[in-house]
């Protein structure tokens, strides 16, 4: 299995942004996904997660302002980001039980 995260870039304070993870490989269907992300010098932070159903739970320090979706056909979960800060500013990942995506770059900055 893999994940590929993509969609990071730089963004202005107040913008948004859309990440992406898409899993290849996999025959089992992905019930869960989570997205996790780790500034510099700091430890990784679970971000949030979406289940099969769709339900999904986000860390308070995003709340309101991230959510998470999924495209199963697609076998891809989004995290859409808006109002982002520059506290937003790490890199991103999609993780799956064991499987880790490689990471995308989000530089929230003026």
């Known amino acids: 299995v893999q994940l590929q995260a993509s969609g990071g870039g730089l963004v202005r304070p107040g913008g948004s942004l859309r990440l992406s993870c898409t899993a290849s490989?996999?025959?089992?269907?992905?019930?869960?996904m989570g997205w996790y992300r780790q500034a510099p010098g700091k430890r990784r932070e679970w971000v949030g997660f979406?289940?099969?159903?769709?339900?999904?739970e986000l860390a308070d320090s995003v709340k309101g302002r991230f959510t998470i979706s999924r495209d199963n056909a697609k076998k891809t979960v989004y995290l859409q980001m808006s109002s982002l800060k520059p506290d937003d500013t790490a890199v991103y990942y999609c993780?799956?039980?064991?499987?880790w995506g490689q990471g995308t770059l989000v530089t929230v900055s003026s």
């Open positions: 490989g996999a025959r089992f269907r992905i019930d869960i």
């Open positions: 979406i289940r099969s159903d769709r339900h999904t």
């Open positions: 993780n799956h039980m064991q499987y």
